[in-house]
């Protein structure tokens, strides 16, 4: 059954567009705005305003990036990998955050504090996006890949 998923090429397709667009279109509002980014990485209390201003500036890059990586098929494992990766990292976030009582805004897909406010809600759909990037990492689809070699 696990086979057939990894290796069914419309699954495979469609989590590609699913992933990939989320964090393309995740990345914009952060890489126009990366002082406002900041403000709502240190509403999570987990790291300094100096280090937010960093990860602010640097991290809607490498959404952007891997969300262009996993759409495209180039570089899709290291891609899905990096994505997971930063998923779990802000999931762990989102859970410190709900046990320690926050009410903050994700700082997801818009820099309005008042809108995307962390919850459970958000940690299962981090979950949902964690599992289709492992499966796209272990993916046996080699179907509409863009091809980068020249044979």
């Not at 990894?6 to 990345?27: D, E, K, M, P, W």
């Not at 987990?46 to 990586?69: F, H, K, R, Y």
């Not at 990292?89 to 897909?109: E, K, N, Q, Y």
């Amino acid at each position: 059954m696990i086979r057939r998923i990894l290796s069914n090429q419309y699954i495979i397709l469609a989590l590609r567009i699913l992933l990939g667009l989320t964090f393309v279109f995740a990345s914009i509002d952060k890489i126009s705005d990366p002082s406002t980014f900041a403000k709502a990485i240190t509403n999570y209390k987990l790291i300094s305003g100096s280090l937010s201003l960093m990860v602010a500036t640097v991290l809607p890059w490498i959404e952007l990036l891997c969300g262009l990586a996993v759409l495209s098929g180039m570089y899709l494992r290291g891609g899905a990998l990096l994505l997971c990766l930063m998923l779990s990292a802000f999931t762990l976030a989102v859970i410190t955050g709900l046990i320690r009582g926050l009410d903050i805004s994700c700082g997801c897909f818009t820099l309005d504090p008042d809108v995307n406010k962390i919850g459970w809600q958000k940690v299962f759909e981090n979950l949902g996006l964690i599992l289709a990037s492992v499966v796209l990492f272990y993916s046996e689809s080699k179907h509409f890949l863009l091809n980068v070699d020249s044979n």
